[in-house]
């Protein structure tokens, strides 16, 4: 069948829609009828060549949409159920799929994460030229062939701008202060960021019951969204002594948990040195390839200071999307607060330069 796709060709060139052939779903495989998809900095971070990576590659991997046919072997699914994707599809056999690390899977180091299906192929084809799908999702299309592991079922009521914001942003960000950190009540937070990351991790520790939640961000007006979200305090980097007025807050105490969601080395080193003896940074922003941490080793040990990884919010998808949506259909989380912009798959491009003018909300491309 036929598939209209944003296709990413080479760093510098914008992003071409053009017409692309999909195969039929194979054996444990879903056809899935996208309605909405995100636009995150990961897939920036390709087009930016921060990551190396090459084309042709259809990018997206935050998307939601309808079970239109199914290969053979798919039991959790059926046509007709809506799903999020997961760009995660783990094998559910590998020890850190059965100690409950499905964003660790062996297998999908090998497969997903090089843009692969389980088998090493692709779906996407561009006449004999294979096309490669981004973690094996490439949501920027009207259609896709995922791993049925990498399509989780949500309710029919569940708008779809929403449910696809659930499916990497907001896990990721929720999932960081549920999972990785877990957060308790009392606590204090810091979370250095402002995006979509940034403020589902705020929003997720407004619910655990963080007592103070510092909002750290060069934009205004995401300091503004990140007050709506739950934070008890913002602090503008760039404008005056940001470590200072941490710790006025913190009664120079310092946070027990920072969570540094953009990815940059001066974001970590504000997280590292504004936290409490015996405190915890907690990496989840996504950087460019070679970055390094910078920190002081001797105030590492010291001050016996914690830092931990999050990949994924720690998350596994099947339990966690839908403990989310229950979040917000309980009022716990309005996760409507983080939908921007609503484009079409034509405007892709125009949505990226809204990205990195630094807009607030996420940019969904509705695909009706």
Not at 307 to 329: T, V
Request: net charge negative; glycine share 12%.
């Amino acid at each position: 069948m036929k598939t209209l796709a944003a296709v990413f060709e080479e760093v510098g060139k914008r992003l071409e829609i053009e017409e692309l052939e999909l195969d039929p779903p194979s054996s444990g495989e879903v056809l899935v009828k996208l309605k909405a998809t995100g636009l995150c900095r990961s897939d920036y971070h390709v087009m930016a060549g921060d990551w190396r990576s090459h084309g042709p590659l259809v990018l997206g991997h935050e998307g939601a949409g309808v079970v239109e046919a199914v290969g053979s072997g798919v039991t959790s699914l059926q046509i007709g159920d809506h799903v999020i994707l997961s760009w995660s599809p783990a094998c559910g056999r590998c020890l850190q799929c059965l100690v409950g690390r499905p964003a660790l899977c062996h297998a999908i180091q090998e497969t997903a994460y090089r843009n692969l299906m389980a088998d090493g192929t692709t779906r996407l084809h561009r006449d004999d030229v294979d096309v490669h799908a981004f973690c094996g999702c490439g949501t920027f299309a009207t259609h896709a062939v995922v791993a049925q592991s990498a399509a989780i079922k949500v309710a029919k009521d569940i708008p779809f701008d929403i449910a696809a914001l659930v499916g990497c942003a907001v896990a990721t960000g929720i999932g960081a202060v549920w999972n990785t950190a877990k957060v308790a009540p009392g606590d204090s937070v810091l979370v250095v960021g402002c995006g979509g990351v940034g403020w589902a991790a705020i929003a997720a520790a407004r619910v655990a019951g963080a007592m103070v939640i510092v909002a750290a961000d060069p934009n205004p007006k995401a300091l503004e969204a990140a007050e709506e979200a739950g934070a008890t305090h913002t602090v503008q980097i760039g404008e005056g002594d940001v470590r200072d007025e941490i710790r006025r807050i913190t009664e120079l105490q310092g946070v027990d948990y920072a969570f540094d969601t953009i990815g940059r080395q001066d974001a970590i080193r504000l997280g590292f040195e504004t936290l409490r003896p015996g405190g915890s940074l907690v990496c989840v922003g996504m950087p460019k390839d070679g970055t390094q941490l910078g920190v002081d080793v001797l105030e590492l040990i010291r001050q016996e200071k914690t830092i931990m990884g999050s990949w994924y919010g720690s998350c596994q998808p099947a339990l966690d999307f839908p403990r989310i949506l229950k979040a917000n259909q309980t009022g716990m989380i309005q996760l409507s607060g983080l939908v921007g912009n609503s484009i079409s798959l034509d405007q892709i491009n125009a949505g990226f330069d809204l990205m990195a003018s630094g807009t607030v909300g996420r940019t969904v491309i509705a695909l009706d």
